[in-house]
């Protein structure tokens, strides 16, 4: 089916957002569209290729698919410490608001990555006719994810240093106290940090009574976890939770897989069943 990409920039007030849409032709197009809800920093960078590649697959099967890089992420405006969770529910409410005004569609579907699932929970209450939310990975604390990341911080100062000059407890307190710490090339400061303890454990007032699918992702070759999900589906009635093998992956380059197909004919057969 034919469709178009165009790449392009939404503002409000002073913020630039890039976007992507993927239109199929009028006579072909489905009535509900899709939101590609993104990791951030090296996670999108490592899986902007499926997403790309899923964005088009759901096009040339007849769906309106929009995406954006967040403000303060990728090539949005903004600078890196302006990054936090409120932005990128924001970020994800304008792109939802732009196609129900300029394309004129009403049913959608959010699909979220990691960080991105959390951000798609974090929108939908504030959304009109969503009709589906496919979630995975997402994450319990958020905060721990970003702790955990701050090894990076760690290994550089060993790499320049040879010693460790402020552990990690140390730049958690810089942080609190506004001084911009550096996880592998992304600055943050105490907006990014307090906002993602916030939403740490993750919980959502909502009345959303569609779907919900939520995915735990299993690496290849590794006897799939039992993951305890009942904080994310206390928040819903109609939730499942499925094992699904990881035929990409987000913290490495070690397997480029820029099409995962089963990832991709999952999350077709779901929209597809959206009545």
Known sequence: MVFSERHFFLQKADRNLYCVEYLPSEEKRSDVFVILCKPIWGERIRTHMVFANLARFLAQNGYCVITCDYYGD???GGESHELNFPVMVDSLELIHDYIREN?????????GLRLGANAAMGVEPRLRGVKKMLLFDPFERPIDY???????NLANQMT???KILKTRDELIQDLKEDI??????FVIGRSFWTSFEIVSPFSVV?????????????PPGRKPKPLDYTWLTGNYVNTEVK???QEFIWNGWKKHVPKPMAFMDEIL???NSIN
């Not at 970003?146 to 990076?152: D, H, N």
């Not at 911009?180 to 090339?185: A, L, P, Q, R, S």
């Open 269 to 271: 057969s779901q929209i």
């Open 180 to 185: 911009f710490v550096n996880i592998d090339g």
């Open 206 to 218: 909502s009345n959303f009574d569609d779907a919900v699918v939520v995915y735990s992702m299993t």
């Open 243 to 245: 094992n699904m093998e």
């Open 160 to 162: 320049v240093h040879k």
């Open 74 to 76: 990728g090539n949005s």
């Open 103 to 111: 394309i004129q569609l009403t049913k959608s579907a959010l699909i």
């Open 146 to 152: 970003f702790a955990a990341a701050l090894r990076a």
